[in-house]
């Protein structure tokens, strides 16, 4: 009985942390370790993301930080779809952190074709 009483207090416990970090049902701001870490409560969910832009070769990324886009640590990063933003790209400047907000899709495993990512179809870049 005490396992099944923690079991329940910990399956609440993460839903309501993800919903602490939405604005509403589909809009929440989260981290790219939380986000990869519990792709479930994400999925088809716009979120807002911030981290290090690289680019390279016309693939895009958003990594936790310089070192891991610099050794292409790509499992601590996510997938960038920015085929909105086609024709400003060149005004984003590369190697450098960013809030992205988009569209999470935890089945597209982007460029790579690589689990454990994740794409962001892009819709805002600050």
């Known amino acids: 009985m005490k396992y099944i009483t923690i079991f329940i207090f910990l399956m609440f416990s993460e839903a309501t942390f993800a919903k ?14 939380h986000l990869t870490a519990n792709p479930d409560l994400y999925h ?22 310089a070192d891991k886009a610099k050794y292409g ?15 400003e790209i060149e005004r984003i400047e590369n190697n450098s952190y960013l809030l992205i ?17 994740g794409t962001i179809l892009v819709s805002r870049v600050q």
Request: one cysteine or more.
């Open 20 to 33: 602490g970090r939405c604005v509403d049902d589909s809009l929440c701001s989260v981290s790219i370790i």
């Open 44 to 65: 088809g969910k716009d979120v807002i993301v911030r981290g290090f832009f690289h680019h390279d070769e016309g693939r895009y990324f958003l990594y936790l930080d």
């Open 73 to 87: 640590f790509i499992e601590y990063g996510l997938v960038l779809d920015m085929s909105s933003y086609e024709g």
């Open 101 to 117: 907000q988009g569209a999470f899709d935890k089945d597209d495993w982007g460029a790579m074709g690589v689990p454990p990512l």
